[in-house]
């Protein structure tokens, strides 16, 4: 027998142990009795959790009163890709022991994404999320391309989507003006804050959660047309938490309908855009 094979037994093996209670319960019924809802939310990512505090950890919140449950918040560091977060937190659980949680926060609803992760179901898109860029109106006043900015020290995070876009952006044309050793957008934005650019690039949450409401600056989408549109995120679970999912997006859809969903970005400044 190989090693796959083997693998299978154990699992069919372990199902077989539990108690057939135990296997006939769904996920929800599950999740009720033990009490709390776990919810795994990306860390170090502001303004949607740093430091255990944000958009995303007062989401958790939300979501598991709504279901009459207690939280238990899993915060975890970003895999290498979208993928190893769904395997690690979703369905199977890392090698290190941590997980998987309930249900994922902050996952892109994006088609390919669940075309290659048939073991969860990505679904209550809660946001539209979209690369933007800020300006000191004193020093640029007007931005309708980024020539307008020709000179002009720009901060941006380079392990980013805001960094490549700059970075590439007609054959390296700016890349001599870019800062690129800003962690996220939010440290970039505080940059310009700051008064050490004349710009920052970021994603539209991360500029808003420093420079919302400051007369003195702009925030526009990064004059580039493939990326006008963003980006929705939403939730993550494994694909058979049919009543889990079923649940989550009603509550989702409640939250949004009622203004809660306006009034908890409002209260990490940043602008709901609905996805």
């Not at 170090?44 to 918040?73: E, T």
């Not at 994006?110 to 990505?122: S, T």
């Not at 000179?151 to 001599?176: D, F, M, T």
């Not at 549109?229 to 939730?235: E, F």
Request: glycine share 10%; net charge positive; hydrophobic share 50%.
């Amino acid at each position: 027998m190989n090693r796959r094979s083997l693998f299978n037994a154990a699992a069919a093996l372990a199902t077989l142990a539990l108690p057939a209670w135990a296997q006939d319960k769904s996920a929800l019924q599950r999740i009720r009795e033990r009490g709390t809802l776990v919810v795994a939310v990306y860390n170090d990512m502001p303004p949607f959790n740093s430091a255990g505090r944000g958009i995303d950890v007062a989401l958790a919140g939300a979501l598991a009163k709504a279901l009459g449950l207690k939280l238990s918040l899993l915060p975890f560091a970003a895999g290498e890709d979208m993928n190893d977060d769904l395997r690690n937190l979703v369905w199977k659980g890392h090698y290190l022991g941590f997980g998987p949680a309930d249900v994922l926060l902050h996952v892109p609803v994006d088609r390919p994404l669940m075309a290659a992760n048939p073991q969860v179901n990505i679904l209550a898109p809660y946001y539209r999320e979209r690369v933007m860029i800020a300006r000191n109106l004193a020093v640029a006043p007007k931005m309708d391309t980024l020539d307008d900015l020709a000179g002009k020290r720009i901060a941006v995070p380079g392990q980013s989507l805001a960094g490549w876009l700059l970075i590439g952006s007609e054959n390296g044309k700016y890349r001599e003006q870019l800062g690129t050793q800003w962690k996220d957008g939010a440290a970039a934005a505080e940059a310009l804050l700051r008064g050490e650019v004349a710009a920052a690039a970021g994603n539209a949450s991360e500029l808003e959660s420093v420079l919302l409401g400051d007369a003195r600056f702009a925030i526009e989408p990064l004059p580039l047309p493939r990326m006008r549109d963003g980006w929705a995120v939403g939730c993550a679970v494994k694909k058979s938490s049919d009543d889990l999912a079923q649940a989550l997006q009603s509550v989702m859809s409640e939250l949004i309908a009622s203004g809660e969903i306006g009034r908890l970005f409002a209260a990490g400044k940043v602008g709901w855009r609905k996805p």
